[in-house]
Nanobody, 124 residues
Framework: QVRLVESGGGSVQAGDSLRLSCAASGSAFRTNAMGWFRQAPGKDREVVAAISYSGGSTYYDDSVKGRFTISRDNAKNTVYLQMTILKPEDTAVYYC?????????????????WGQGTQVTVSS
């Protein structure tokens, strides 16, 4: 079983940048697709970005295209989410998740293991 631990959240001003990290335990990480999701207060959890096992294919929700970048370092068992030009509407708890397939999915239900989340707050 892969365990995930997110870090890098915080409180920033609109227009600032943050980089989230998700450290995974276990060798299975390297063959699993990974995703970043977020959940704002009173809203459903939604996909932000996803990446294939090799990093060769990525997916972004329209709301973050051009501002966020997902990447992974399989040697470090870590997936990243670089967030730039942050907006107040990006405020949420951000979760990383993994699925046992090497191909990404934009569906929450496709992911079988999750981290505990990290808070990102963007003020105007």
């Amino acid at each position: 079983q892969v365990r995930l631990v997110e870090s890098g959240g915080g409180s920033v001003q609109a227009g600032d940048s943050l980089r989230l990290s998700c450290a995974a335990s276990g060798s299975a990480f390297r063959t699993n697709a990974m995703g970043w999701f977020r959940q704002a207060p009173g809203k459903d959890r939604e996909v932000v970005a996803a990446i294939s096992y090799s990093g060769g294919s990525t997916y972004y929700d329209d709301s973050v295209k051009g501002r966020f970048t997902i990447s992974r370092d399989n040697a470090k068992n870590t997936v990243y989410l670089q967030m730039t030009i942050l907006k107040p509407e990006d405020t949420a708890v951000y979760y990383c998740a993994g699925r046992t397939s090497g191909y990404y999915s934009s569906s929450l239900n496709a992911y079988s293991y999750w981290g505990q989340g990290t808070q990102v707050t963007v003020s105007s």
